[in-house]
């Protein structure tokens, strides 16, 4: 089991370019997450998914796309890469067997994206 | 909207010091969960612990407690006789929903442990 896990673990863009953060994990898990940390700001919330074919926005979900049409891979697409978006990414992943609160489990994180945008 | 407030932004003790991390979180639901990560220098986000919120209980790890007081609002985390390698950066964070999809976290403590 590789968990989750993220690529590239570094990327430098200039502003204007595109590009896609990978996200895939390997536990079958139905719920996926994109967070963004920034000094002092802790880990916000930019897209999730609760199952392959559906997302939604998070906190700041400006500037970023994301689809899953797989059970394993979550892409983040910046579309248009600004300084604004230098940041360190984070993508999770969750599941729970039952409902029932013993059930219960945390999120597993992968081991993170520095992207400069320049 | 749900809220995790970390008040204590750095905090440096001296090894084999207590030192208590406060997490003040704010929700309307009646049913949610509590979790705390450690971030090391590497990077990583690694689980600590995660509560949901009919366990009261404290929880005890080694040198790691926790005190979970919903008449407070509080989920506090303390490290017992601190040691160098708990330097980090200690994340309290939120869920209102089973799957974790949407957590809310606080702003981090910095915990630096002085040999």
């Known amino acids: 089991n590789a968990g989750v896990t993220q690529t590239p673990k570094f990327q430098v863009l200039k502003t204007g370019q595109s590009m896609t ?12 997450s994109w967070y ?3 000094p002092g700001m802790g880990l916000r919330l930019i897209h999730y ?7 939604d926005q998070g906190e700041v979900p ?11 891979d ?15 990414y984070f993508c999770a992943s969750s599941y729970f067997r039952n409902r029932g609160p013993e059930d219960h489990t945390e999120a597993f994180f992968g081991q993170g994206t520095r992207l400069t945008v320049v | 909207a749900q809220k995790v407030t ?31 990560y450690k971030q090391p220098p590497s990077g990583e986000l690694v689980f600590l612990i995660r509560r949901n919120s009919f366990d009261e209980q404290n929880e005890i790890s080694g040198r790691y407690s926790w005190n979970f007081q919903k008449s407070t609002s509080s989920f506090n985390f303390t490290i017992t006789a601190s040691q160098v390698v708990d330097s980090a950066v200690y994340f309290c964070a939120l869920s209102e929903n089973f799957g974790n999809e949407k957590l809310t976290f606080g ?6 442990i002085i040999p």
């Not at chain 1, 953060?21 to 996926?32: G, P, R, S, T, V």
């Open chain 1, 36 to 38: 963004r940390q920034d």
């Open chain 1, 62 to 72: 400006n500037g970023y796309n994301v689809s899953r049409s797989t059970t394993e």
């Open chain 2, 6 to 36: 970390q008040a204590q932004t750095e905090i440096s003790v001296v090894e084999k010091e207590d030192v208590t991390l406060d997490c003040v979180y704010e929700t309307r639901d009646t049913t949610y969960y509590l979790f705390w």
């Open chain 1, 49 to 55: 998914s609760v199952g392959a074919g559906i997302t």
């Open chain 1, 21 to 32: 953060l990978q996200c895939a994990q390997d536990m079958n898990h139905e719920y996926m």
């Open chain 1, 74 to 88: 979550f892409p983040l697409r910046l579309l248009s890469a600004a300084p604004s978006q230098t940041s360190v």
């Open chain 2, 107 to 112: 702003t981090g403590t910095r915990l630096t």
